[in-house]
């Protein structure tokens, strides 16, 4: 076995604090979001291509069809992905509301913006740059998002 496999998705650098960020991130740019909706957060900050694409100031965010079309390589293993971060993102959902950012119920509703600055690092301001083309990425609906992000469920 490689060291890859072996490592599995945990290896302290996607942790819980990257994930509050990442989700209250895309929080602040819309009043609340679908439970749904919100597991697709993680799985799109933890690779770094996707992240950088996402961050990027000249990236024009053109929907879920035009994103996985134009640029599949960023998507080719988004399952495998999902499937990983699903316990970081159910944590990272419970701490947000338990710190008070988010409340839970029909879907995630912001209660307050987290202001994310350099003390945060640098990954977590990258992650808060490309939260606003993520948030209106999942704009769409979600069957269309899983679909296109080729999510089995």
Do not use: C
């Amino acid at each position: 076995m490689s060291d890859k496999i072996n490592k599995g998705f945990w290896d302290g650098y996607n942790n819980i604090g990257i994930g509050v960020v990442a989700i209250a991130s895309v929080l602040n740019h819309q009043p609340s979001i679908s439970i749904p909706k919100a597991l697709l957060i993680i799985p799109m900050i933890v690779h770094r291509p996707t992240l950088a694409h996402m961050a990027h100031k000249t990236t024009l965010e053109r929907g879920s069809a035009a994103l996985t079309s134009g640029y599949p390589q960023l998507f080719v293993n988004f399952n495998e992905r999902f499937e990983s971060s699903l316990p970081l993102s159910v944590n990272s959902i419970q701490l947000l509301v338990h710190l008070g950012y988010a409340s839970l119920g029909e879907s995630l509703v912001r209660l307050k913006h987290l202001d994310v600055d350099i003390e945060f690092g640098q990954r977590a301001k990258k992650i808060d740059q490309a939260s606003e083309k993520i948030s209106e990425l999942l704009l769409e609906p979600e069957e269309e998002l899983y679909l296109n992000f080729r999510v089995q469920l």
